[in-house]
Structures are given as structure tokens and as C-alpha cells.
């Protein structure tokens, strides 16, 4: 397995235990996976999700109601897809 490819792998299992825990918004973790993962500018990245442009910069700037449907748009390409997690008790 390549380096690039581990690489990746770690940075997607990192951003699903940040998300699952909380401590990143789910626009930092779409704009990291973009940037780090794809590496493709927004113009791009929206064309692959079928999305518009203005609705995922407003999703990275955590602004705005993505639906459903965008967020699993978004996640689908790193096999992910938006759910319902029990709480962490601390």
C-alpha cells in the first residue's frame, strides 16, 4: 500500500472519530476532505457531489441547512454517510 494511500486512510479514520466526538464541525471535516483528501477546489468539488457551488461553501463556512441528502452527497465519495450516533456520556 502506498504512503498517499495511508495517509489518506488515517486522515478519514481521524476526521470520523473527530466528528463522532464532536470536537470538528461538520464543514471543517467536509473542507479537510476536499482539500486533503481529493485535493480538488470547490468549483470541482461541488460538480462531483452534484451540488451547487454556493451551497457547499456555505456547508465548509458551517452556514446554512444542508440537507440530508447534500451532507450524504458530500460524504458518499469517502464511504461515508450521515446517521444517528448515541451520546457520549462523560
Known sequence: ?????QQRGIILSELQEQLLTGSISIGSAVKRLRTEITGL????????????????????????????QTLNGVFKPFGM?????????Q
Not at 500500500?1 to 494511500?5: G, K, L, N, Q, V
Open 41 to 68: 477546489r470547490q468549483q470541482q468539488f461541488a460538480g462531483m457531489c452534484k451540488i451547487s457551488l454556493r451551497t457547499l461553501r456555505q456547508l465548509e463556512q458551517d452556514e446554512g441547512n444542508p440537507t440530508l
Open 1 to 5: 500500500m502506498s504512503d498517499e494511500i
Open 81 to 89: 454517510r450521515v446517521g444517528i450516533v448515541p451520546l457520549r456520556r
